[in-house]
C-alpha cells in the first residue's frame, strides 16, 4: 500500500470526455484522487455528489475519481448527478492495480475481485500527502476537505 511520502504512481488515462488525464498534466499543483468501484451505485453515488458539493471549496486543488468504467459510463454518470468532478477511465487497472487497490472482496460468503474504496492527497511534487483507506462516503469529502486546506 502507498504511503505519505511516496511518489504518486505514473498514470495516462481517459477522462469522461476521452482526454488524457497524466501525472505530466497533474504536476505544479496538488490534487486529490479517489478511487471507487462503480459509478450510478449508492455508496459511489453519494462520494461524488458529496465532492462535487465541495468542490469550489478545494479551489485549485484538482478532485479526480477512478473507477474501471468506461468513458463513455462515467460520461452517463455525470450527466444524471450533475457531477462537477473528472471522472478517469482504468478499464485495465492499471492505475488502480499500481496502487494496489485491486482486491479480494466478499459479500453475502461470495468472493470477487473489487476496488478499494481509498482517496490519496498528492502535493504538487507528485508526493503522497495522505491516504485515507477503507472509506466510508457520507461525509468523506469534507474530511479530505479540511486536510487538503490544511
Known sequence: MLK???AFPSFSLPDQDEKIVDNTSLAGNPYV???YPKDDTSGCTMEACEFTENLPKFGDIKV???SPDSAKKHT???AKYELGVTLLADEEKQLISACGLWIEKSMYGRKYMGVDRT????GADGKIIQVWEKVKPAGHAAEVLKAAKS
Open 4 to 6: 505519505p511520502g511516496d
Open 33 to 35: 484522487i479517489y478511487f
Open 64 to 66: 479526480i475519481g477512478v
Open 76 to 78: 452517463k454518470f455525470i
Open 119 to 122: 482517496t490519496f492527497l498528492v
